[in-house]
Every structure is written in structure tokens, then in C-alpha cells.
């Protein structure tokens, strides 16, 4: 069983910065990619950043150019580094560890999330 853990969350004024991490225990396959997800209060939950097994990494449009995702080598560690933070981005964020489950199929492991939240 894989259990993503995530820290470094807090509180910080807007145009500040946070660095998130994320250890997860147990296996994790080498087909498995990670990632981050974030849910604002009321909102749905909505993906950050993914890195993928072969190293191909994705942003959304929101966080492109601000937000740096990276992993350790071995692959059981995921960070997300948070520079010029916005009161938008106030958000419990979540670390995934993704992982293919026969053919077609994902089976995503969750963290419990990390509060983030960015004042004026």
C-alpha cells in the first residue's frame, strides 16, 4: 500500500513563497507517476503539476512559470517549489502518487493534504 505524506504547508503573504513535500511509503512501480493536486474551499479538486514516469512534467495554465515540481531520484519523494504566490492559490494541497492498474485503468494514492493559505 502506498501512503503519500505531504508538509510545508502555512501561511504566507501574497508574492511570497512555500516549498511543498511529499514522501511516499510503501512500493511504488516505476510506471507510476506523481503529482500534485490542490482543492480551494468549495471548489473541486484540481490537478497542480504531474510529473510522469519518463520525466515529462505538466503545469496548469494558473501555476506555469511560478510553481516548480520536482522528484527524487528515487522517486518516492515529490516537492513543489511555490514562488510568487497569489490569494488564488489558497488551496489544501494534495500529493498523488499515480499508477497503472491493468491496461487502462489508474489507481491514485492520496495524501491527506497540506494547507496553504496566502493572505494580502
Known amino acids: 500500500q502506498v501512503r503519500p505524506v505531504e508538509s510545508g504547508g502555512g501561511s504566507v503573504q501574497a508574492g511570497g513563497s512555500l516549498k511543498l ?6 512500493y511504488i ?20 503539476s504531474r ?17 516548480t515540481i520536482s522528484q527524487d531520484n528515487a522517486k518516492n519523494t515529490l516537492y513543489l517549489q511555490m514562488n510568487n504566490l497569489k490569494i488564488e492559490d489558497t488551496a489544501v494541497y494534495y500529493c498523488a502518487v499515480e499508477c497503472p492498474s491493468g ?18
Open 29 to 48: 512501480s516505476g510506471r507510476c507517476g506523481m503529482a500534485w493536486y490542490r482543492r480551494v474551499s468549495g471548489k473541486d479538486r484540481e490537478l497542480v
Open 103 to 120: 491496461d487502462s485503468d489508474l489507481h491514485t494514492y492520496w495524501g491527506q493534504g497540506t494547507q496553504v493559505t496566502v493572505s494580502s
Open 51 to 67: 510529473i510522469y514516469d519518463d520525466g515529462t512534467i505538466i503545469y496548469d495554465d494558473s501555476v506555469k512559470g511560478r510553481f
Open 21 to 26: 513535500s511529499c514522501v511516499a511509503s510503501g
